[in-house]
C-alpha cells in the first residue's frame, strides 16, 4: 500500500476524468468528518491524492467505529450503572425485610415470653389443683376417715332422735297401757319396721356415698394422668418452640450473611468491570487526541498528510528498495541452495550435540561408580580395622567384666529390692491439708453435688445409692458394683474418689489369674528385685504421709473374669482380721533396706483407708461369685439412673476430705444406734423367716451378720436413711440372691410362698416396707410356675 502511494505521489499529474470522483470523494470525507466533528478545510483536502484520501477514509471509518463502540460501551456502562443502583435498591428493600423479620422474631419471642409466663401460671394452678387432688387422694387413701367421722355423727343425733321418740312412746304407753295394749303392740311392731327402714336407708346412703367416693377417686386418676399429659405435652412445646425460634434465627442469620456475600462478590465485580471501562474510555481519549495532533499539524504544515507518518512512510520504502537491490544479484535457487545447506549444518550439529551429551553422561556415571567402588573399599577397610581393634580390645576386657558382672548385680538389686515403694517413701513425704466431716447426712448430700460436678460430664446418683456406697464404706473393704453396662459402676468409682480427693488405681484383672501374683507381683531372685504391680504400689501409697488421710482405692475392673476365690484368696483372709493384723506378706526373709512402712521388714499392713472395689458382668465370659466372697463383700446393684426434671447440681469445692474424721462418724454411729440394731436383729433371728431359711433351706446367721449389720445400718440412718431399708438391702444381697434363694431347682413354690409370708411379717413388725425383697420372691414363684427351671 505504501509503494502504490508512492507511485502515485510521483505521478505528474491526476487526470482530468478523475475529477469529478475526487469531489464525491471530498464530499464523504468532509461528511465523515463533521460526524466526528473534526472540521475540514477543502483547500486541505483537496490537496490530497487519491491514496491518500482513501486512507483519510479508512482512518475516519476507524474513528467511527471506536466512536460508535465508545458509545456502546457507554450505554453498556449506563445499564450496568441502573442495574447496580437497582441491585442497591433490592439490597435496601431486602435488609429493611430482614430488619422487619427480625422485629417479627423479637415480637415472636416476646409473645412466646408471654405465653410461658401464662403457660407457668397454669401449671401453678395445675400444681394447686394436684395438691387438692393429692389432699383428696391421702384423705381416700386413710379409708375417708372425716366424711365417715361425720356419717357417724350424724348417725348418731339420728339414733338419739330415735331413742327420744322411743322414750315419748313409751311414757304414752305406759299411760295407755290399760287401754289400749293392742294399739300399743301395734304402734311398736311399726316402730321397729321404721326403724328399720330408716337403717336400711342409711346403709343405702353410705352405700352411695361410698360409690360416689370410688368414682371420685377414678376422675382423680383420670384428672392425675391428664395433668401429667398435659406437662409433658406443655413441656415438649416449649421445648419444640425454643429449638424452632433458635432455627429460625440461626436460618435468617444465615441467609442474610449468604445474600451480603454475594451482594458483596457482585459489587466487586462491578467495581472491577467499572475500572477496566474506564482504563477502555481513557485509551479511547488518547487515541482521539492523537488523531486531533494530527489534524492540527496537518493544518500547520498545509499538507496533503501528517509529516511524520509520510516521512516514515518514505524511510520504510526506501529501506525496501534496498534490501530488493541487494537481493536482485542473487537468484532464489542460490538461496535455496545456502538455506538447505545451513539446515543440515544445524541437523548434524545438533546431532553431534547429542552424542556428546550421551558421552558425557556415560562417562559421568562411570565415575560415579569408580568413586563409589573406592570409597567402599575404603571404607571396609576401615571398618575391618576397626572390628579388628575392638575385637582386640574385647578380649582382653571380657573376662574382667564376667567377673565384676555378678557382684554389680547383687550390690545393686540388693539396695532397692522395692525400688518403686522406696521411690514412693521419697516422693510422698508430705502430708496434705485436709476437710474434716461434722455429718453422715450433710456429707451424703454434698456428696450427691461433688460427683455431679466431678467430671465434665454432670453424672446423677440417686441419694439412695449414695446413702448405701457410703454405710459399705463402713460395712467392708471389699465392695463389689453388679448391673449391666453402661450404668455407671465404673464412674461411681472414679468420681467418688475425684469429690473427695482420693486416689483411685485401675487393675483390669486378666481371665488367666490364679494366685496373688498376678494381682501384686513376683520377686526374681535372679535379679534380687521385686516386680511391684499397680496393686502393690496402691497398697502402699496408702501409708504414705501424702495419702495416710485420704480416700484410697484399688478399682479392679471386671473381677469376675477370673476366680477372685483364687488370686485374692488371701486379702480375703486377711479382711477377718482385726484392722492392726490384715498384713500381706511379701517374702520368705526380710530384705536390706526395705521401704519405710514395711512391716517385720517382708510385709505390707492393708490400712483402713484402702478399699478394693470391683465391677462385675454376668455373661458366659464371667465366674459367678462365691458365698466366701459375697459374706465378705458390700454387694450393690446399680441400675440406670433417672434425673429428676428439676434437679440441679451446686457448684462446690473437690476439698480432700478427712479420712479420719469420716470414721470417727462412722464409730459414733454404731454407739448410737447400738441398741436399736440390736433389737432389729433379735426380731430376726426370733422371726419365721429365720426359721424358714434354717429348716427349709439350710440357710443359717453367723457371727459376722451381727458385726456387719452393725456397722452398715447404723451408717445408713446416720446418711438419712430408714434401719428397715438397710436391713433389706443386706438380706437382698446376702440371701435373695442366685444359688442361695434363686435358681435352686430343690425348693418348691409352697416353700417360696411361706418364706414370703415370713418376710413379710418381719418387715411388718420392725415397721419397714419390705416390698422389694416380696417382688424378688413373687418373680422367683412366676418363673417356678412358668417352668423356666
Known amino acids: 500500500m505504501a509503494k502504490k502511494g508512492t507511485n502515485r505521489r510521483n505521478s505528474p499529474a491526476i487526470p482530468v476524468a478523475e475529477k469529478p470522483n475526487s469531489a464525491t470523494s471530498s464530499s464523504v470525507l468532509n461528511n465523515m468528518f463533521k460526524k466526528i466533528g473534526v472540521t475540514t478545510e477543502e483547500k486541505l483536502v483537496s490537496k490530497l491524492n487519491v491514496d491518500e484520501r482513501e486512507k483519510l477514509s479508512e482512518l ?45 422474631v423479637n415480637e415472636k419471642e416476646k409473645s412466646l415470653s408471654s405465653k410461658e409466663s401464662s403457660v407457668l401460671t397454669k401449671l401453678e394452678q395445675l400444681a394447686k389443683k394436684e395438691k387438692v387432688l393429692f389432699e383428696q387422694e391421702a ?39 290399760l287401754k289400749m295394749i293392742e294399739e300399743n303392740a301395734r304402734r311398736q311392731v311399726l316402730i321397729k319396721e321404721e326403724e328399720k327402714a330408716h337403717f336400711s336407708a342409711i346403709r343405702e346412703s353410705i352405700e352411695n356415698e361410698k ?21 409433658e405435652q406443655l413441656k415438649s412445646k416449649l421445648e419444640s418452640q425454643d429449638s424452632w425460634k433458635q432455627q429460625v434465627y440461626e436460618d435468617c442469620q444465615k441467609e442474610f450473611q449468604s445474600v451480603k456475600a454475594s451482594l458483596e462478590n457482585e459489587l466487586k465485580n462491578l467495581d472491577v468491570y467499572r475500572k477496566r471501562d474506564e482504563q477502555k474510555i481513557k485509551d479511547l481519549t488518547d487515541r482521539l487526541q492523537s488523531y486531533k495532533e494530527l489534524e492540527r499539524e496537518a493544518r500547520i504544515q498545509e499538507l496533503g498528510s501528517p509529516v511524520a507518518v509520510l516521512e516514515r512512510m518514505d524511510e520504510l520504502e526506501k529501506e525496501l528498495k534496498d534490501t530488493r537491490n541487494k537481493l536482485k544479484g542473487r537468484s532464489e535457487d542460490d538461496l535455496e541452495e545456502e538455506l538447505d545447506y545451513y539446515k543440515e549444518k544445524a541437523e548434524e550439529l545438533e546431532e553431534e550435540l547429542r552424542e556428546l551429551k550421551q558421552s558425557y553422561q556415560e562417562v559421568k556415571g562411570r565415575e560415579s561408580k569408580y568413586k563409589l567402588s573406592m570409597l567402599e573399599k575404603l571404607e571396609l577397610q576401615k571398618h575391618k580395622d576397626l572390628l579388628e581393634a575392638s575385637n582386640a580390645a574385647l578380649t582382653h576386657s571380657i573376662e574382667a567384666i564376667r567377673a565384676q558382672l555378678d557382684d554389680l548385680i547383687e550390690k545393686q538389686q540388693s539396695q532397692e529390692t522395692f525400688k518403686e515403694l522406696t521411690l514412693m517413701d521419697r516422693k510422698h513425704s508430705e502430708p496434705v491439708a485436709a476437710q474434716p466431716i461434722n455429718s453422715l447426712k450433710e456429707f451424703t448430700e454434698d456428696l450427691q453435688h461433688r460427683i455431679a460436678t466431678s467430671t465434665d460430664v454432670e453424672l446423677y446418683y440417686d441419694l439412695e445409692v449414695i446413702r ?88 479392679l475392673d471386671e473381677m469376675n473374669l477370673s476366680r477372685p476365690e483364687q488370686y485374692f484368696a488371701e486379702f480375703l483372709s486377711a479382711m477377718e482380721q482385726n484392722e492392726l493384723e490384715r498384713k500381706v506378706v511379701l517374702m520368705d526373709s526380710s530384705v536390706v533396706n526395705p521401704p519405710k512402712h514395711f512391716v517385720e521388714d517382708r510385709k505390707v499392713l492393708l490400712k483402713p483407708n484402702t478399699w478394693f472395689m470391683g465391677t462385675a458382668n454376668h455373661d458366659e465370659t464371667t465366674f459367678e461369685f462365691a458365698d466366701k466372697t459375697h459374706d465378705r463383700a458390700f454387694t450393690l446393684d446399680l441400675e440406670k439412673q433417672e434425673k429428676p426434671l428439676h434437679w440441679r447440681a451446686k457448684a462446690s469445692k473437690h476439698t480432700v476430705i478427712d479420712f479420719n474424721s469420716v470414721t470417727d462418724l462412722f464409730v459414733k454411729a454404731q454407739h448410737t444406734h447400738q441398741q436399736l440394731i440390736q433389737g ?101 414363684v412366676l418363673r417356678k410356675k412358668e417352668g423356666v427351671y
Not at 80 to 96: D, G
Not at 214 to 231: G, V, W
Not at 690 to 705: A, H, K, S, V, Y
Request: hydrophobic share 35%; charged share 30%; proline share 2%.
Open 139 to 177: 384423705n381416700a387413701k386413710a379409708g375417708f376417715a372425716i366424711e365417715r367421722q361425720e356419717a357417724l355423727e350424724s348417725l348418731k343425733e339420728e339414733y338419739q332422735k330415735v331413742e327420744q321418740k322411743i322414750s315419748s312412746l313409751d311414757e304414752q304407753r305406759r299411760a295407755d297401757e
Open 211 to 231: 360409690s360416689i367416693l370410688k368414682k371420685k377417686q377414678i376422675q382423680f386418676d383420670k384428672k392425675a394422668s391428664e395433668n401429667k399429659l398435659l406437662s
Open 680 to 780: 432389729i436383729l433379735q426380731k430376726l433371728l426370733k422371726s419365721n423367716f429365720t426359721m424358714i431359711l434354717e429348716g427349709q433351706f439350710d440357710i443359717g446367721w453367723g457371727n459376722r451378720l451381727e458385726s456387719q449389720a452393725l456397722r452398715f445400718i447404723s451408717v445408713y440412718k446416720d446418711c438419712g436413711g430408714q434401719a428397715p431399708d438397710a436391713l433389706e438391702h443386706m438380706l437382698i444381697t446376702r440371701v435373695l440372691r442366685k444359688g442361695k434363694v434363686l435358681g435352686r431347682y430343690d425348693i418348691s413354690i409352697e416353700k417360696l410362698e411361706e418364706l414370703k409370708a415370713g418376710y413379710k411379717e418381719l418387715f411388718k413388725s420392725i415397721n419397714g416396707d419390705g416390698t422389694k425383697g416380696e417382688k424378688i420372691i413373687e418373680a422367683e
Open 60 to 104: 475516519t471509518l476507524k474513528l467511527q467505529q471506536l466512536i460508535d463502540e465508545n458509545e456502546t460501551i457507554k450505554k453498556t456502562q449506563d445499564q450496568s450503572k441502573f442495574e447496580i443502583e437497582e441491585r442497591m435498591e433490592k439490597l435496601n428493600t431486602e435488609e429493611n425485610e430482614y430488619k422487619e423479620k427480625l422485629s417479627s
Open 468 to 555: 448405701k456406697f457410703i454405710a459399705g464404706l463402713a460395712l467392708s473393704p471389699l465392695h463389689v458394683f453388679q448391673g449391666i453396662s453402661g450404668t455407671g459402676k465404673t464412674s461411681l468409682v472414679n468420681a467418688f474418689a475425684k469429690a473427695v480427693g482420693g486416689q483411685v488405681t485401675p487393675v483390669p484383672v486378666q481371665a488367666g489369674w490364679r494366685d496373688r501374683d498376678d494381682l501384686i507381683g513376683h520377686y526374681n531372685a535372679f535379679e534380687k528385685r521385686y516386680y511391684e504391680k499397680e496393686c502393690l504400689q496402691a497398697i502402699y501409697r496408702a501409708h504414705t504421709p501424702s495419702f495416710s488421710n485420704r480416700f484410697n482405692i484399688v478399682l
